[in-house]
């Protein structure tokens, strides 16, 4: 069930969090009573965060004429948007006409609302993919380089993944960062913040932030036009990710540790903003357990190209299923974790900076590699024999088109698994995305526990709510944070 929450379960989980420590300087030191007599910087809009959402939101309110800067806790900018493997979904005739695929944006819609279980906002699920493909062209006219075939992106559930050129993220973080460097965006990094400052308590226009820099120095930022929140999630944040779901406390995380920790989410809660769906927690394939530091595997991102075995060597899950279902189906083994396998078709199919992390996980036991499958399966610990059978009822599925046990679709049934080398990947469930957050309506404006617009506040990309209901479908994360990101900008710039 979507949990709307009301005051008393926030409070809990910031006491919660608090108490391991890792939000307690989150709580007020600026007096909320107070308008503070001086401000040390001030400028028109503040963007909190410097990831896909934070640098498209300074961008938009840069070109929307507002004087704009960014503050960012780390001292290099991208955040986790910097190391995401960088699919977006959009509708995109160009592209998919001649590849064959049919494809509306009524049916993206249709499909992300059923993909969360019909828990997201409809209206911000329509901008969402309504406005996909004219902010991938914004995003292309500032120099992003997306490849000209689309593709469907493990958890996409249908192919409308674009895919950047060369540098996966990085790519988006680039273009976007050299295009606010020319419109001089400001950014003030290793400085975090702590505490938005309202009129009153729970009240009024938002006037700015209080934030902390590197040296422990307290600083007032005033933001004349308004804030934007662009922090990222809490997948690094082991007690608010476990607050509904105790599995989730010892799992690894593919996100950078020091990013998605959801301090300014309950800042957000703490003046005032709703808060919504934050038991909804999305896992991916990552680090085995007890590897956080290991080389995280991507074999998985080519859904047509893999299987996922356990370790008696058989299939488990369709491996195209939601991500949710292939969550709780490798949570459900003995051991936690799986395999995925390709052949070397599959190998070369995935991008190259999966290929670069599957030979770089060979050194730190995160990846197997071998001539034939026999020679895998024994490093790998699992009866050769049982894992030819496995290998050859799945061919025999290609075959027929039809995955009798486990319902892999058709259109994921194309290619066998035929010749080495073969690769397998080390794969167990890491917190991934955290669905939840920061309410907001069509214009990125923040809702309050009341229902009504917070003055000067917006946020977005997943640092928000609302957009990808229970599960998110693969790739329109990329696609959130840039569209939410551009409107949040606009918004702030005019006034809206
Ligand atoms: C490995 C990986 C692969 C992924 N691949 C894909 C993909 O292919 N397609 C897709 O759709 N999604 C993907 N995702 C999800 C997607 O990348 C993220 O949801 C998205 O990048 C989040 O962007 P953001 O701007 O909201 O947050 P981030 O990019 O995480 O940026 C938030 C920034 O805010 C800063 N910050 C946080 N707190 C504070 C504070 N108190 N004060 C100041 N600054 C603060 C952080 O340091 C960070 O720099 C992937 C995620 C990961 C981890």
Redesign the pocket.
Same mark, same amino acid.
């Given at each position: 069930m979507q949990n709307n929450h009301s005051r008393r379960s926030v409070l809990k989980g910031l006491a919660a969090a608090s108490a391991a420590g890792a939000l307690a300087p989150?709580m007020a030191a600026v007096d909320p009573c107070k308008i503070p007599a001086k401000w040390d910087v001030t400028t028109e809009v503040l963007v909190? =965060?410097?990831?896909? %959402?934070? *640098? %498209?939101s300074a961008v938009s309110a840069a070109q929307g004429g507002a004087k704009v800067t960014v503050?960012?806790? *780390?001292g290099?900018?991208?955040?986790?948007?910097?190391? $995401?493997? =960088?699919?977006?979904?959009c509708v995109d005739p160009n592209r998919q006409k001649p590849q064959g695929i049919k494809d509306s944006v009524e049916l993206h819609v249709q499909q992300t609302l059923a993909a969360g279980d019909y828990r997201a906002d409809p209206k911000l699920v329509e901008t969402l993919c309504s406005k996909g493909l004219e902010t991938l062209q914004w995003l292309e006219g500032l120099g992003m380089k997306i490849q000209p075939k689309v593709t469907q992106?493990y958890g996409a559930l249908y192919p409308r993944?674009h895919?950047a050129t060369e540098s996966?993220?990085a790519g988006y973080?680039k273009a976007l960062k050299t295009k606010a460097d020319e419109l001089g965006v400001k950014f003030l990094m290793s400085?975090?913040?702590?505490t938005i400052v309202r009129e009153k308590p729970q009240a009024g226009r938002v006037l700015g932030v209080e &934030?902390v820099t590197s040296d422990g120095k307290t600083i007032l930022v005033r933001a004349t036009k308004g804030v934007i929140l %662009? &922090?990222?999630?809490y %997948?690094a944040n082991p007690e608010l990710r476990s607050l509904y779901d105790p599995r989730l406390r010892t799992l690894t995380?593919?996100?950078?540790t020091? $990013?998605?920790? =959801?301090? +300014?989410m309950l800042?957000a809660n703490a003046a005032g903003a709703m808060l919504i769906g934050t038991d909804y927690i999305q896992c991916?394939p990552?680090p085995a357990p007890g590897h956080q530091n290991g080389v995280?595997q991507?074999l998985h991102?080519e859904v047509e190209k893999y299987i996922y075995v356990d370790q008696r060597g058989q299939r488990f899950v369709a491996e195209d299923a939601r991500r949710d279902v292939v969550r709780d189906a490798v949570l459900a083994l003995p051991e936690k974790y799986g395999y995925v396998i390709v052949d070397a078709d599959g190998f070369k199919a995935n991008p190259p900076a999966a290929q670069r992390d599957a030979k770089r996980g060979l050194e730190t036991g995160d990846s197997f590699t071998a001539e034939t499958l026999a020679e895998l399966a024994k490093k790998i610990k699992i009866d050769p024999k049982a894992l030819q059978k496995t290998i050859d009822e799945f061919n025999a599925c290609v075959d027929k088109k039809s995955d009798p046990k486990f319902g892999r679709k058709p259109a994921m049934l194309t290619s066998k698994l035929l010749k080495g080398p073969w690769w397998a990947a080390y794969s167990a469930m890491a917190v991934?995305?955290t669905m939840g957050g920061v309410r907001i309506d069509t214009q990125a404006r923040v809702i309050d526990l009341a229902g009504k617009v917070i003055p000067g506040l917006y946020a &977005?990309?997943? +640092?928000?709510g609302g957009i990808h209901g229970s599960n998110? +479908?693969?790739?329109?994360? +990329? *696609?959130?944070?840039h569209v939410f990101?551009r409107i949040a900008g606009k918004s702030a710039a005019t006034g809206a």
């Amino acid at each position: 069930m979507q949990n709307n929450h009301s005051r008393r379960s926030v409070l809990k989980g910031l006491a919660a969090a608090s108490a391991a420590g890792a939000l307690a300087p989150a709580m007020a030191a600026v007096d909320p009573c107070k308008i503070p007599a001086k401000w040390d910087v001030t400028t028109e809009v503040l963007v909190i =965060g410097s990831g896909g %959402a934070g *640098l %498209a939101s300074a961008v938009s309110a840069a070109q929307g004429g507002a004087k704009v800067t960014v503050m960012e806790k *780390l001292g290099f900018v991208g955040g986790n948007t910097m190391l $995401c493997s =960088g699919y977006y979904n959009c509708v995109d005739p160009n592209r998919q006409k001649p590849q064959g695929i049919k494809d509306s944006v009524e049916l993206h819609v249709q499909q992300t609302l059923a993909a969360g279980d019909y828990r997201a906002d409809p209206k911000l699920v329509e901008t969402l993919c309504s406005k996909g493909l004219e902010t991938l062209q914004w995003l292309e006219g500032l120099g992003m380089k997306i490849q000209p075939k689309v593709t469907q992106v493990y958890g996409a559930l249908y192919p409308r993944s674009h895919l950047a050129t060369e540098s996966k993220g990085a790519g988006y973080v680039k273009a976007l960062k050299t295009k606010a460097d020319e419109l001089g965006v400001k950014f003030l990094m290793s400085t975090k913040m702590k505490t938005i400052v309202r009129e009153k308590p729970q009240a009024g226009r938002v006037l700015g932030v209080e &934030a902390v820099t590197s040296d422990g120095k307290t600083i007032l930022v005033r933001a004349t036009k308004g804030v934007i929140l %662009a &922090a990222g999630g809490y %997948a690094a944040n082991p007690e608010l990710r476990s607050l509904y779901d105790p599995r989730l406390r010892t799992l690894t995380t593919t996100n950078n540790t020091a $990013c998605s920790t =959801g301090e +300014v989410m309950l800042a957000a809660n703490a003046a005032g903003a709703m808060l919504i769906g934050t038991d909804y927690i999305q896992c991916n394939p990552g680090p085995a357990p007890g590897h956080q530091n290991g080389v995280r595997q991507s074999l998985h991102l080519e859904v047509e190209k893999y299987i996922y075995v356990d370790q008696r060597g058989q299939r488990f899950v369709a491996e195209d299923a939601r991500r949710d279902v292939v969550r709780d189906a490798v949570l459900a083994l003995p051991e936690k974790y799986g395999y995925v396998i390709v052949d070397a078709d599959g190998f070369k199919a995935n991008p190259p900076a999966a290929q670069r992390d599957a030979k770089r996980g060979l050194e730190t036991g995160d990846s197997f590699t071998a001539e034939t499958l026999a020679e895998l399966a024994k490093k790998i610990k699992i009866d050769p024999k049982a894992l030819q059978k496995t290998i050859d009822e799945f061919n025999a599925c290609v075959d027929k088109k039809s995955d009798p046990k486990f319902g892999r679709k058709p259109a994921m049934l194309t290619s066998k698994l035929l010749k080495g080398p073969w690769w397998a990947a080390y794969s167990a469930m890491a917190v991934h995305h955290t669905m939840g957050g920061v309410r907001i309506d069509t214009q990125a404006r923040v809702i309050d526990l009341a229902g009504k617009v917070i003055p000067g506040l917006y946020a &977005a990309g997943e +640092v928000t709510g609302g957009i990808h209901g229970s599960n998110r +479908v693969g790739g329109n994360a +990329v *696609l959130d944070i840039h569209v939410f990101g551009r409107i949040a900008g606009k918004s702030a710039a005019t006034g809206a």
